[in-house]
């Protein structure tokens, strides 16, 4: 009788051959795969049938797109009959054709036919023995000594062949004493070819290691996918991510390359996105919000890049699922399963170094547990380039750490856990050429520290065919500490139990609703000192008034469910074709005996597919934004303040080209914000006056585009550019007629420019690959320089020894030069049997153009001079990964 085995091996959209060239380009993904609804039984060939010898024969065929088989080409041959007998049949086998996003195509796979005498009513000779295994064998992947099935063994061009099991194991009958040739292959594998002597009555064993084509995981930077919503998700492969210079193999880090995100000074990764401020973004790890993401100098993130997943990048136009927020958002999903063989890894460069421990517990392997742990020494780094600062020394420090734990034991449910922190802290000493005059509550060093532990555990779980549950309950303990002098210090704790869940119901395939909760509570202290009283600087300023120490302490308690629902709507048969995703959220937030507050957020998403491969999309919603800490509080008293609010709404095109090349994605955006908080203008009393007031708009507009081609073959690449500009308007019921919409005001009657607007943002990345698994890579970077606002000098206060600038024009009227960098990145993949090593050298600004960050003046104002960015850094690495 026949037994068979099919088997999908990428899928290509083309045909290909069995070990394809390295220039081969990748399919687009399918969503429907091949499955044989018309089997044909070959006949047994008579010599095999009479010696009762089995044979599998495997075998590379191409099937077209109405499901007809093309063509059958044999790359692991059974002989004695087997090869012709199983290739005639097969052609004349149907499949169910595969479909991609644009509709049906051709694909190749593997399919195993087998030949079995069980069943068969022929009577053996009585000399007829069958042969005895005289070789066998394991083939294990070099690097992750994983067991590798479906691994076709080939012996003297297929004379004899058989395919490894499920263990990696093979074994074959009967071959004649002597030398012999071995090929193991498969695709996405290099094939590996060995010669074997088979000695006459003994078996011989055969350890083979083979190589893979690539050892990166293909888990990404979010863009858009196909079960999710939002439209704007843009993909970037951990490839490429590793490849990027300067992003040390950070897949978070590599935001900062994409479109809609702003370059922040020094590279210090505050999150500007489309225009708002750094605390307008939210930041998520598993859907929980954590306050930062990347360590101090934004050059790594938080969480080991090791254990990520994968990262949604979202600079607007997302679902109701994430609130609190008017800018974009991150969220960072963690691995889930840890590989079948513990493995521990080590990463050392410039920056800092650590390690991860990867493994499976218990007797089934259900218990998967990873420990992760760095720490910097950039402070050390740094500080021979004391100079180049202009005499300011800057020492950042950072260490972090993760736990994860997922059991996989259950049928319908996972469980995984985490358990991060991480721990911040910077000094900065300024130059004394730099002190405000001779008052020392000017003068003096920075300091800060701060950091943040979460623990967080998730369970998913298939209650019905249609309804399903996700539960996410977190803790977290969040702190910071800034002293100015010595004399000014703030410190701030906060603990923050949270719960995220979702009940998704799927009731068919063209719609979903998804009810959930957002749910925030704290608890936070505080203390603030003073060398000074800031109400001798506010109202009837006495500038012989004498100083006094003034600080004051306390803590608030504040909560905010937010529940939220979504829906899915795919009218049509073909569910590509159009997506309509509506939803809503209610926020609220409650700071006892300061404020309470509520926000509604309508929100509306849809995709249309107008072109094979083209999708038009569309965005708009409400986004409101509960108070910063700092801004919600004061002495005594209600503050009386609201949320923040934003209407904002994008159209765009996207255009995938096909066969390996990538995609195309335009989109225009416009956000106008409300009731923006700006500093109380009547501030009389901190005491009990408010410090803010809810008195501002805003308004961004722009466009960005990204071109990709993807990492098919040797090159790979994008291009991101971004066109924008980011407005303020403070106080404008106060400044304009009543009759006057400031929205109609001209630039220059109350608009002034946000301090992080960049026109232009463009940013070009490529890498090839060469032999001998060398890859070379680079980035090209060009910004607009900052707005800043120009001093012409200083009045002098004789009383307080200080003097005060004068601006020379509007505030923010003029801009820093642009910045200019090139970063280049060299790299080499040495691969073991037990584990890989990866060299590399990144040259951080091999080339930069004058690049300043801000402007700093002497004391009396009347000089001024660059502070430029980094220089030129040469930084090598090494990342060891190794099996046990």
């Known amino acids: 009788m026949m037994c068979l085995l099919l088997a999908l091996s990428g899928a290509p959209a083309v ?252 590279g210090t990764g505050l999150l500007i996105i489309r225009g708002s401020n750094p605390e307008d973004t939210g930041v998520y790890v598993e859907g929980i919000r954590i306050p930062f993401i990347y360590h101090l100098g934004g050059y790594v993130s938080v969480i080991n890049p090791d254990l990520i997943a994968s990262v949604d990048y979202l600079p607007g136009g997302y679902g109701p699922q994430y609130g609190r927020t008017m800018g974009g958002v991150i969220d960072v999903s963690i691995k889930e399963e840890a590989p079948e063989r513990p493995r521990a890894t080590w990463s050392t460069d410039l920056l800092d170094s650590g390690g991860l421990f990867e493994g499976r517990l218990g007797d089934e392997g259900h218990h998967h547990v990873g420990v992760a742990a760095r720490r910097s020494y950039i402070d050390l780094v740094l500080k021979p380039f004391t100079e180049l600062f202009n005499g300011y020394y800057v020492a950042p420090k950072w260490a972090d750490y993760q736990v994860r734990y997922h059991y996989s034991g259950f049928e319908r449910t996972k469980v995984t856990a985490l358990v991060f922190g991480f721990a911040d802290s910077l000094l900065v000493q300024t130059p004394a050429d730099v002190a405000q005059g001779t008052d020392q509550d000017f003068q003096g060093d920075i300091a800060t520290d701060f950091g943040t532990h979460r623990a967080l555990v998730k369970i998913e779980t298939q209650l019905t065919p249609t309804w399903s549950l996700k539960v996410i309950p977190s803790v977290g303990y969040d702190y910071s500490f800034l002293g100015f002098g010595g004399d000014l210090t703030v410190r701030l704790d906060q603990y923050l139990p949270e719960l995220r869940a979702e009940a998704p119901w799927e009731p068919n395939e063209t719609f979903q609703l998804v009810p959930g909760i957002d749910f925030i509570w704290g608890y936070g202290t505080f203390d603030v000192t003073f060398p000074f009283n800031p109400d001798s600087f506010v109202g009837e300023y006495d500038p012989l008034a004498e100083r006094e120490e003034w600080g004051y302490s306390g803590e608030a308690w504040a909560w905010g469910p937010d529940p939220y629902v979504k829906a899915k709507l795919r009218p049509f048969g073909d569910k590509d074709r159009l997506l309509l995703s509506p939803g809503f959220r209610a926020s609220h937030v409650t700071v006892v005996d300061q404020y309470s507050a509520w926000g509604y957020d309508p929100r509306f ?99 960005e585009i990204m071109a990709r081609k993807e990492h098919v073959g040797n090159f790979f690449g994008w291009v991101s550019y971004t066109l924008s500009k980011s407005e303020r308007f403070d106080y404008p019921e106060r400044d304009l007629d009543p009759d006057e919409s400031p929205w109609d005001a001209a630039a220059g009657e109350g608009w002034y420019l946000f301090e992080a607007d960049q026109t232009h943002i463009f940013v070009a990345v490529a890498g090839y690959d060469l032999p001998w698994d060398v890859g070379v890579s680079g980035r090209f970077q060009y910004t607009t320089g900052n707005p800043y606002t120009d001093y012409a000098g200083g009045v002098y206060d004789i009383d307080q020894d200080f003097y005060t600038p004068f601006q020379s024009n509007e505030y923010n009227a003029q801009r820093l030069p642009p910045y200019v960098a090139l970063d280049l990145r060299i790299d080499k993949r040495f691969v073991f049997k037990r584990g890989s090593l990866l060299t590399y050298v990144d040259f951080l600004n091999a080339y930069r153009g004058d690049n300043p960050e801000f402007v700093l003046y002497n004391y009396d104002y009347t000089e001024s001079r660059y502070i430029r960015s980094l220089p030129f850094i040469p930084s090598p690495g090494f990342e060891l990964d190794w099996t046990f």
Not at 141 to 170: C, N, Q, Y
Not at 664 to 677: A, N, Q, S
């Open 605 to 703: 998403n849809m995709r249309l597919r107008v072109l094979p491969g083209g999708y038009l999309k569309a965005a708009t919603g409400i986004y409101t934004q509960p108070p910063q800490p700092h801004e919600g509080y004061n002495i005594e008293g209600s503050v009386g303040i609201g949320f923040e609010r934003a209407w904002s709404s994008a159209i765009g095109w996207d255009q995938e080209l096909g066969d390996g090349w990538g995609s195309v994605d335009i989109e225009g955006f416009y956000k106008r914000m409300g009731d923006l908080l700006v500093l109380n203008p009547d501030l009389m009393d901190f005491t009990t006056d408010a410090s803010w007031v809810n008195e501002g708009i805003g308004r961004v507009y722009g466009m």
């Open 15 to 266: 045909a290909q051959p069995a070990d394809p060239p390295a220039e081969a380009q990748a399919p687009l993904p399918l969503i429907a795969f091949p499955e044989l609804v018309e089997f044909v039984e070959a006949p047994y060939p008579p010599d095999a049938e009479a010696a009762r010898i089995e044979g599998e024969v495997l075998l590379l065929i191409v099937i077209d797109e109405t499901g007809a088989v093309m063509d059958a080409e044999v790359i692991g041959a059974a002989g004695h009959g087997f090869d012709e007998a199983a290739v005639a049949a097969v052609k004349q086998m149907r499949f169910t054709p595969a479909a991609d996003e644009l509709g049906p195509v051709p694909v190749e796979i593997e399919f195993a036919y087998g030949f079995s005498m069980e069943g068969k009513e022929v009577e053996p000779e009585p000399e007829a023995v069958q042969a005895p295994v005289n070789f066998d064998g394991v083939v294990q992947e070099m690097g992750t000594r994983r067991l590798l099935s479906d691994m076709a063994v080939g012996v003297d061009d297929g004379a004899w062949s058989t395919i490894t099991d499920e263990h990696g194991r093979f074994e074959l009958r009967g071959l004649s004493p002597g030398s012999h040739q071995v090929r193991i292959s498969r695709p996405g594998w290099i094939a590996k070819e060995v010669s074997v002597v088979i000695v006459d009555g003994e078996v011989t064993e055969l350890a083979a290691w083979i190589r893979n084509e690539s050892y990166t995981p293909d888990s990404a930077v979010g863009v858009y996918r196909r079960e999710k919503e939002e439209i704007t998700r843009r993909t970037v492969t951990v490839e490429e991510i590793r490849r990027v210079p300067g992003s040390f193999g950070d897949p978070v880090r590599v935001v900062q390359s994409l479109p809609g995100a702003a370059r922040s000074p020094f």
